[in-house]
């Protein structure tokens, strides 16, 4: 079975450039979760839906992060506009959803996306 | 508060040598899972093992092979015969919110370098 896939894989933009980051579930997961990666804050959950709904958006930092999950096969992270701060790698993660409730999941993490804003 | 605690920050080893890398966690609830994740410096995050709260069995897995002491809160990785594969980040979790809000909590990693 294919993992979580995650688009582009590198990402290089100019500050106020629009950033769009796709990410792939692996199939018959019911949820999702992108994360950020830096040196100064290690690995931070942003959002995350549950059957395409946005659950818990808490971690995002700002207004200029919005994340969608338009279908159960893709989801997008947005940032407009992207600042040199915003330089990252990006996480995307599903999970099954069994009955135990989701704390008792394994997430599953697509390679990443570096994300470099100059 | 809920926290992972990997106090180890970056471990040299020679090739053979076994290690140990320590994850230390606080959480209120009585019902958790904790995981640990493998980071190559290609960057992907792999799965390694997940253990529930109450399954207090240490676990082999070939070289691998996890320690989990409720009584300390701690659930420590030992890798037996390292090899240069064996380099990347380490990253322990935690993860609970049966009676509330869910947390996944990824400790700060450890980096193991394992020389040839």
């Known amino acids: 079975d294919a993992g979580v896939i995650q688009s582009p894989r590198h990402e290089v933009t100019e500050m106020g450039q629009e950033v769009t980051l796709r990410c792939k579930p692996i199939?018959?997961?019911?949820?999702l979760f992108w994360y950020r990666q830096t040196m100064m804050r290690g690995l931070e959950l942003l959002i995350y839906?549950?059957?395409?709904?946005?659950?818990?958006d808490s971690g995002m930092p700002e207004d200029r992060f919005s994340a969608k999950m338009p279908n159960a096969s893709f989801s997008t992270l947005k940032i407009q506009p992207s600042e040199p701060r915003d330089s990252a790698v990006y996480f995307c993660?599903?999970?099954?959803?069994?009955?135990?409730?989701?704390?008792?999941?394994?997430?599953?993490f697509g390679p990443g996306t570096r994300l470099t804003v100059l | 508060a809920q926290k992972v605690t990997q106090a180890q920050t970056e471990i040299s080893v020679v090739e053979k040598e076994d290690v140990t890398l320590d994850c230390v966690y606080e959480?209120?609830?009585?019902?958790?899972?904790l995981f640990w994740y493998k980071q190559p410096p290609s960057g992907e995050l792999v799965f390694l093992i997940r253990?529930?709260?109450?399954?207090?069995q240490n676990e082999i897995s070939g070289r691998y092979s996890w320690n989990f002491q409720k009584s300390t809160s701690s659930f420590n990785f030992t890798i037996t015969a390292s090899q240069v594969v064996d380099s990347a980040v380490y990253f322990c979790?935690?993860?609970?919110?049966?009676?509330?809000?869910?947390?996944?909590?990824f400790g700060t990693g450890t980096r193991l370098k394992v020389l040839a």
């Open positions: 993660a599903s999970s099954r959803g069994t009955s135990g409730g989701l704390y008792t999941d394994t997430q599953y």
């Open positions: 199939s018959g997961h019911d949820y």
């Open positions: 839906f549950n059957n395409n709904v946005p659950i818990d």
């Open positions: 959480t209120r609830d009585t019902t958790y899972y």
């Open positions: 253990r529930n709260s109450f399954d207090e």
């Open positions: 979790a935690l993860s609970e919110g049966r009676g509330g809000t869910y947390k996944y909590i």
